[in-house]
């Protein structure tokens, strides 16, 4: 009977604890942000894929708000990376490129202020799941970056020793590529630390799921308190590869089950969102780092009905898919073709949770009102930068090209099954398209609108004045300098 009543009372002051747990739960917004690499404008079903589905995304967007003119801030992994971490044009920042293995030395400077970082300020628990690609060594890694936690591979996925035929480069007489020689074993990191290590596709099949795995026990742990979740896939970038749940499923081949398996993950963080009843408080947002990789022909996405892919500032290459899902915060069934980007995502975070702004200059602008429908165009301007060189401004429907040379994937040959095709440097000169009548960029005319031209020429002007212009041989006033560390002081190899 004594026993009896000890466990009443302890059942009693468990019943107490939960409730107060559940009664106590944070009103202040929790915020997931699922990031997806080299996936095309067209590559969910709700943008226009047809061969594979995403039912859990077309959900997010039936209920939320896709946006239709939506860019990252250039087409490059490390680059796009930083720009939606700081609310800043990646020139800004100072980060270009696709950074490797062996950059030990540079990285996103720790003194740039990132959403992790604002919101741990502000009381958020943070953390990061998958492609983290902004500095190798440990002072560049997200725990040194306002993450309290990080687990995932700390940059692209095909930097590794393995060739394209999933073959160890160390097992063969002749690769094709020598240059794979040079890459280390692909890690696995949590923390700072190395916890496992990447061999073969079999094993990079177990990613996406492993990922999702991650991302929901962050949701469990994190529950009761607001939380902010950086989820950066490491797919679809290559080399692809599903699990059994999903291998053979789409009609499209592998890319399309690499996108339902993405899809699904993203079905699971919402089913853990609904568990542990926060969903109603979590503003999610999907989006991807950049445009297809579409030299991989069948192992790449789509930009339909855009122009070029990954690595060329043409609509293709930055213009992405983004949804926002908050129930009873965003009205369902938006679409909005208001010009917007991932560098807009800092403030905007910063309004609805009420985390204070950095102290830095920020490229990024507050969107709520998009958000909640207003008919209002928060951002009128974009500059379009790739490695140093400003290619194009936008303004309202129109967008102005420089001269300059761009990665072109037109009339080449594309691979297949895992190896690429063939890519050629092309000159693009001084062009003017209006994407509102002409979102495939085919005809230039530049010649009917010199009011047009001039007016974006000011814009031209004023972004080199901020951030340079590498054709131009001009520095910027307000660029702020990269992460470096000097080689005596690397922790992590």
Known sequence: MKFFSRWLVISSLLVIAVNYTSCTKSTQPNVIVIFTDDQGYNDLSCYGATDFETPHLD?????????TNFHVSTAVCSASRSALLTGCYNERVSVRGAYMP????????????????????????????????????????????GFDEYYGIPYSNDMWPVDYDGISV???????????????????????????????????????????????????????????????????????????????????????????EIDWSVGQVMQALRDANIEDNTLVIFTSDNGPWLCFGNHAGSAYPLREGKGSMWEGGHRVP????????????QETDKLASTIDLLPTIANVTGANLPGNKLDGVDITPLLKGEDVTPRNEFWCYYGGE??????????????????????????NDGYPGWTKQMPCGLELYNLKSDIGETTNVIDQYPDVVEELQAVAKQARYELGDRLQKLEGHEVRPLGRIEPETLTTK
């Open 322 to 333: 983004c949804i926002m899902y908050w129930p009873n915060q965003i009205k369902g069934g």
């Open 390 to 415: 400003l290619h194009a401004v936008k303004k309202g429907d129109w967008k102005l090209y420089f001269p300059h040379e761009y990665r072109s994937y037109r009339q080449h040959p594309v691979g």
């Open 59 to 67: 959900k997010l967007a039936a209920n939320g708000i896709r946006f």
């Open 102 to 145: 062996w950059d030990t030395l540079i990285g996103l400077n720790p003194d740039e202020v990132t959403i992790a970082e604002i919101l741990k300020d502000n009381g958020y628990s943070t953390g990061m799941v998958g492609k983290w690609h902004l500095g190798r060594s440990k002072a560049f890694l997200p725990l040194q970056q």
């Open 170 to 260: 160390h097992e063969k007489d002749s690769v094709s590529k020598p240059w794979k020689l040079k890459y280390p074993p692909l890690p696995i990191l949590e923390g700072d630390e190395i916890v496992a290590v990447i061999h073969t596709l079999e094993e990079q099949a177990q990613i996406t799921t492993l990922y999702a795995n991650k991302a929901v026990d962050f949701i469990k742990r994190h529950q009761s308190k607001p939380f902010f979740l950086y989820l950066a896939h490491s797919m679809p970038h290559v080399p692809i590869a599903a699990s059994d749940k999903f291998r053979g499923k789409s009609e499209q081949g592998l890319y399309g089950d690499v996108m339902m």
